[in-house]
Structure formats: C-alpha cells, structure tokens
C-alpha cells in the first residue's frame, strides 16, 4: 500500500483534486466492513499530517471496530462544486487498509493538523491508498452526458 505523500507524488493532479474537494466541503464518505460482512459508511473529516492519511473516530462509534477488525475501507468524498472549466460534479474515490495509530508522536501531529478537534478518547487511524479514481461530468443534462475518469493503482496497473 501507498502513503498519501507516495500517491501525491506519482499523481499530484488526482490527489490537488481530492484536496479541493476537501477544501470546499471537508466531508468524506467512509465505507468499512461490519463484523457481518455488511457495509457500513459513515461521514468522516480526513486528515492529512506528515504525508500521511488519518481519520479519528469518536470513541463511541462503530465503525472503530470495524477499522480495527478488517482494515479495508472504501472512501469517497462529495462532489465537488463546477469549476471555471465547466466540469463539475467532480468525484474522488480511494480504497485501500486503515491502522490504528497508537504512537504518541504521531497523534499529536494528527490532532494538530486536523481542522476540527480530534479528543484523547478518539481512535485515529491512518489509511493506506490502494486504488484511487476521479470523474468529472461532460454534458450535463444534455444527450452524451459522460464521466471522464482517470484511474491510479500502486504498482502501475490500473484496474
């Protein structure tokens, strides 16, 4: 798996697109495993520090566990508004294992860097990039409206 830093530097226009997302609306969507198999998504505030890729989640919810017992995630942050372009509706998706964090160090750099409070009690953990896809609509509302996408996967392939 890949480091944020490690993703940013092999395509930096996916992930400037993932932080202007961010930058306008700081929500993404979280999908975990729940000890079923089911899915479950949760709304999460992604944090980035050192190069890195963190979430804290509340001490209260479930899908720490979730994190915690099976890794894999699915995120994807909400569409991003149109730009000058005239593309809009931009998406960001990424996959990949989270980790729980427990190095002092590093959780205080989380908590520093997060844009909203991250307490003691939260659980942080930092997610590794496996997969990344962006889109952006062509045509909108009219005949041959399309997504135009690009895809990123570590070590090269794609798909």
């Known amino acids: 798996m890949a480091s944020w830093a490690e993703f940013e530097k092999e395509r930096p226009e996916m992930a400037a697109l993932f932080m202007g997302i961010l930058g306008w609306i700081p929500i993404a969507y979280l999908a975990t495993v729940r000890k079923d198999g089911a899915p479950r998504v949760h709304p999460v505030c992604p944090i980035f ?11 209260w919810s479930p899908k720490r566990f979730d ?3 099976n890794g894999r995630y699915a995120m ?4 991003g508004k149109w730009d000058e372009s005239g593309r809009g509706d931009h998406e960001f998706y990424v996959t990949g294992r989270a980790c729980l964090v427990e190095d002092e160090a590093t959780l205080r750099r989380v908590a520093e860097a997060a844009g909203h409070e991250v307490r003691p ?6 997610f590794d990039i496996e997969r990344v896809m962006t889109a952006y609509w062509e045509k909108v509302g009219q005949p041959g409206t399309h997504a135009v996408r690009q895809f990123w996967r570590e070590g090269g392939d794609v798909r």
């Open 49 to 59: 520090a050192g190069g890195r890729m963190f979430v804290a989640v509340p001490a």
């Open 76 to 79: 994807h942050a909400l569409p």
């Open 121 to 126: 009690q939260d659980w942080v953990f930092e």
């Open 67 to 69: 994190l915690r017992r």
